[in-house]
Nanobody, 118 residues
Framework: QLRVVESGGGLVQAGGSLRLSCKFP???????????MAWYRQPPGKYRELVAE???????NYADSVKGRFTISKYNVKREMYLQMNDLKPEDTAVYYC?????????WGQGTQVTVSS
């Protein structure tokens, strides 16, 4: 069973919005509450880059390119994390990956494609 499962990607026009979700089906609640989590993305032909991260204490950090447009959040009881993406731009086109880090171990999801047309 996959440890990290992303969903919510798709094709959207520039200026539109998408909400990505990340589920952790094998993670118990107490572990979820102590995890740090993040969203990364890999644009076509480029390296993977950090988009946003959220700590167990709900501190957040964003890449400069998405500040003011993207919001990372989590819902502890559901063991889910989200990335609300507004005012999308063609340069946001990428495969988006969700990660979780606990006790030094990081797990990655398989990714979800986001394509923004101009």
């Amino acid at each position: 069973q996959l440890r990290v499962v992303e969903s919510g990607g798709g094709l959207v026009q520039a200026g539109g919005s998408l909400r990505l979700s990340c589920k952790f089906p094998t993670t118990i609640l107490s572990t979820f509450n102590s995890m740090d989590m993040a969203w990364y993305r890999q644009p076509p032909g480029k390296y993977r880059e950090l988009v946003a991260e959220i700590t167990s204490g709900r501190n957040t950090n964003y890449a400069d390119s998405v500040k003011g447009r993207f919001t990372i959040s989590k819902y502890n009881v559901k063991r889910e994390m989200y990335l609300q993406m507004n005012d999308l731009k063609p340069e946001d086109t990428a495969v988006y990956y969700c990660t979780k880090t606990h006790q030094g171990q990081t797990d990655w999801g398989q990714g979800t494609q986001v394509t923004v047309s101009s």
